[in-house]
Nanobody, 118 residues
């Protein structure tokens, strides 16, 4: 069974960077043609796609967040990392990591709440 688990600090001060980790079990993040995405949902709003990192380790970011976002991975730990810099309260959201295979986001983590507040 594929499982994704997000983790990270629940509270971040404005202007600081937030860093989240997604630990994957039951699947390898290097499996051909799998994409690993980060998605967030601000309170009272819809889902927002942040970007993905491919099975080759190549990242692709949403244009709206590209200047502040960085994604990486640790294949030895089967983990993905998301960093968002220069945060504001508008970055407050539940953050999810997901797997996309054959154009379907078939597995999601449970999500982790991040609040940006002083």
């Amino acid at each position: 069974q594929v499982q994704l688990q997000e983790s990270g600090p629940g509270l971040v001060k404005p202007s600081q960077a937030l860093s989240l980790t997604c630990t994957v079990s039951g699947a390898s993040i290097t499996t051909d043609y799998d994409y690993w995405s980060w998605i967030r949902q601000p309170p009272g709003k819809g889902l927002e796609w942040i970007g993905y990192i491919s099975w080759t380790g190549r990242p692709y970011y949403s244009p709206s967040l590209k200047s502040r976002t960085s994604m990486s991975r640790d294949t030895s730990k089967n983990q993905l990392t998301l960093q968002v810099s220069s945060t504001t309260p508008e970055d407050t959201a539940v953050y999810y990591c997901t797997r996309t295979r054959d154009y379907v986001q078939d597995f999601w983590g449970q999500g982790t709440q991040v609040t940006v507040s002083s």
